[in-house]
Each structure stands twice: as C-alpha cells, then as structure tokens.
C-alpha cells in the first residue's frame, strides 16, 4: 500500500505579483487604480480607494417626497445606504432598473456612505496616466476630470463633490 504523497507548501502571492510584470518603485508609486463602471450612457470612474463593494441591485425601498436623483434605500449588513442615480439627467428607462450599487465611503471624519447605481460594472483599472483636465465637462459639479479606458472616457468623480451635488441625508 502506498503512502500519500504529501504537497508542498505554497508560497504567498498576491495578485500583483501574477498579473504585474517587474516595475521600479517609481512606476508603482504612480500607478492608480479606479473602479469603472457604466450609469445610463456615461462611463465613470471612481478611485478603488473610495469604494467598498459593489453589490448585486437590492431591494431599494423609496422615500416620500425625495429628490429626484435618489433612488431610495437599501440595508447593507445592517447599515442604511442611500442609493443615487448620477445618470437621472439622461431620464432612465423606468423599465430597466440598474442591476449594481457601487458603495462609496467618504474617508473623512463623518464617514459618509452612499451607493451609486450602475448599470453595468467593468471592474478595476490601473493606469499611471495623467487625468485628462482640459476637455473635462464643467457642467458636471461630481466630476474631477476624464480618463481613457479601452476605446472610450470615462468621468473621473470626486466622492466628495458627488456628495455635496447630489446631498442625501446621512441615515
């Protein structure tokens, strides 16, 4: 009878060490990472530092007397988080709800949370790139600038702009 083989022991690799090729301490420094993800027609971009998950559509129960761009609210392991549609200007199909919410927190003393809707998400990005500040729209308060993503641009948002344009009560 033969004795089972005993496997080895498995390094530790994280996953930039498998999909990233060697780069100087320089170039990883400048390299930043962003979650893109679809609203309506627009492709946005939110720095992966500011979101904490993103979640399948929930229920979303809708508050009397809200402001148009939200959407209501949901609960999220027990905590309460407003949902806003940032693509509400473009008039969404009432009979294609959003199928994401990408929960951000404001990293500030308050902690703010809130959810945006997303209509598809295309998950992380990385890019040492400069923001594309000249062309970006100065009629969007929420955004910081563009970048370029695959063949297209994305709206860079700032969280903290985002909050104080579409302003949700803190639950």
Sequence with gaps: MR???????????????????????GEQESQRQYCIFR?????????VLDVEEVVDWPSVTRMPLAPSFLMGIFN???????IV??????????DLPPRHVVVACLNDSDGVRVGIAADEVFGTFSTSEPLILADAPRDVPHCCGMLRHEDRLALTLDLKRLVEAFPVPVI
């Design 85 to 94: 549609d940032i693509a509400f200007t473009e008039g969404r199909r009432p």
């Design 76 to 82: 999220l392991r027990g905590s309460i988080v407003p």
């Design 39 to 47: 609203a309506g027609r627009e492709r946005f971009c939110l720095a």
């Design 3 to 25: 004795e089972p083989q005993i496997p080895e022991p498995l390094q530790p690799t994280s996953a930039e060490q498998i999909d990233a090729p060697e780069m100087s301490a």
